[in-house]
């Protein structure tokens, strides 16, 4: 095989792969980002319960 296939063939495999792990990793991003405003949203009746 040639070198220079060889590297083409190589730099596609590791640019899919980078690719797929960066978007599996941003998705996951979204996801607990999600979660974590509706955890920490503060509902005005606990703002009225804390000034009390």
């Known amino acids: 095989m040639d070198d220079i296939t060889l ?3 190589g ?3 590791f ?3 980078m ?5 599996m990793v941003w998705r996951q ?3 607990q ?3 974590n405003h509706k955890i920490l949203k503060v509902n005005p009746t606990q703002q009225k319960d804390k000034e009390s």
Not at 19 to 23: N, T
């Open 29 to 31: 991003h979204q996801i």
């Open 7 to 9: 590297f083409t063939l």
């Open 15 to 17: 640019i899919s792969y």
């Open 11 to 13: 730099s596609f495999i």
């Open 33 to 35: 980002e999600g979660k």
């Open 19 to 23: 690719f797929f792990l960066v978007r």
